[in-house]
């Protein structure tokens, strides 16, 4: 198994940033990719942004040019910092990454985060 554990939701006033963070463990697994996904209340969950292992990333048009991806391999921990944040942004953001398992079978599976919140104020 895997688990990710979330932090740094919280309340900012619109314009303002946040770092989000969220660390993967599970001894027998390599982490593959890595994503941060939100849903806002009444929505689906949305990409927001997505980074490979090898580094290359993807954003969502709605973040593009707000939010940074990043990624430390060795901590197995990836990042999103957002700048500029709109009211639109709010809502419960999950970090999600494939899990490798290092021993036969090599199967890959999807995990999720339990979820921290993100709130922007007008």
């Known amino acids: 198994q895997v688990q990710l554990v979330e932090s740094g939701g919280g309340l900012v006033q619109t314009g303002g940033s946040l770092r989000l963070s969220c660390a993967a463990s599970?001894?027998?697994?390599?982490?593959?990719?890595m994503g941060w996904y939100r849903q806002a209340p009444g929505n689906q969950r949305e990409l927001v942004a997505r980074?490979?292992?090898?580094?290359?990333?993807y954003y969502a048009d709605s973040v593009a040019g707000r939010f940074t991806i990043s990624r430390d391999n060795a901590k197995s921990t990836v990042y999103l910092q957002m700048n500029r944040l709109k009211p639109e942004d709010t809502a419960v953001y999950f970090c999600?990454?494939?899990?490798?398992?290092?021993?036969?079978?090599?199967?890959?599976?999807?995990?999720w985060g339990q979820g921290t919140q993100v709130t922007v104020s007008s």
């Open positions: 599970g001894s027998m697994f390599r982490i593959g990719d």
């Open positions: 980074i490979a292992s090898s580094g290359s990333t």
């Open positions: 999600n990454a494939d899990g490798v398992r290092l021993t036969p079978p090599m199967t890959t599976r999807n995990y």
